[in-house]
């Protein structure tokens, strides 16, 4: 039987041991960890073209929701004026969906998204360029969540199409297809950037106001349900 006084230094021994082996146990797990870290796919660590910011989440759903939002225009809105309208019609209505569609890709690139998004060059108005094709700055972190500002581009590309084809509904069979195709960057220009601006852009007054616009209710429906009463009251019902 052990001693009072000697029970004490084989406890002492017990707990260094114990420590040791908490120790030694913490060392192996952070090799292996390291080890496993190693062992990733190289699109899962660190680098240049993942950055430490990105977050791989938000970008992924960023970039599907827009592939949604994309689908309801092309094919969804295409589909859906081809089948509406008369025969005679049919094509000539499609056509105007798929177009808007296209030309806003071209114009967002060229100058759209920095007028919505860009430098202010008026409280309302953003300064045209072509930022949206600069590599560096589509690779340099979006300025709404982490991740890079070509998802962003093309985010809000899709929503800036979208919003052209559903002023389009109000002109099916009654606008000639070549001053449709002179309206929408006309209209792209001078309305909805004007929009986007001012409410989305982090410079835009009313944003600065503390005016939200949840989900596009002004700056897509607003904007092209007005644009859309206008167009159609022009061109007589």
């Not at 021994?13 to 420590?19: C, E, M, T, V, Y």
């Not at 967002?108 to 998204?113: K, N, P």
Request: proline share 5%.
């Amino acid at each position: 039987m052990a001693l009072p006084h000697q029970s004490k230094p084989f406890l002492f021994k017990f707990i260094l041991r114990k420590r040791n082996r908490i120790h030694q146990k913490k060392r192996t797990h952070s090799e292996v960890l390291d080890e496993l870290i190693m062992s990733l796919p190289s699109s899962l660590t660190i680098s240049e073209a993942s950055p430490e910011w990105l977050n791989k989440g938000d970008n992924s759903w960023q970039l599907t929701a827009a592939a949604m939002v994309g689908l309801q225009s092309v094919p969804g809105l295409v589909i859906l004026y081809g089948s509406i309208v008369k025969k005679k019609w049919a094509v000539n209505s499609a056509f105007m969906a798929l177009y808007a569609f296209s030309a806003v890709l071209v114009c967002w690139c060229l100058w759209g998204f920095s007028m919505a998004f860009g430098e202010e060059m008026l409280p309302f108005w953003g300064r045209p360029s072509a930022v949206a094709l600069d590599q560096a700055q589509l690779l340099a972190p979006g300025f709404a969540g982490m991740y890079p500002a070509a998802t962003l581009v093309f985010f809000q590309f899709v929503f800036a199409a979208i919003t052209p084809i559903l002023i389009a509904g109000s002109l099916l069979g009654r606008m000639n297809f070549k001053a449709w195709m002179l309206f929408v960057p006309l209209w792209l220009t001078f309305s909805y950037t004007v929009g986007a601006f001012s409410l989305w852009s982090p410079n835009g007054f009313l944003f600065k106001a503390g005016v939200m616009d949840f989900a596009g209710g002004y700056v897509i429906h607003l904007s092209s349900g007005v644009a859309g009463l206008t167009a159609a009251y022009w061109v007589h019902i």
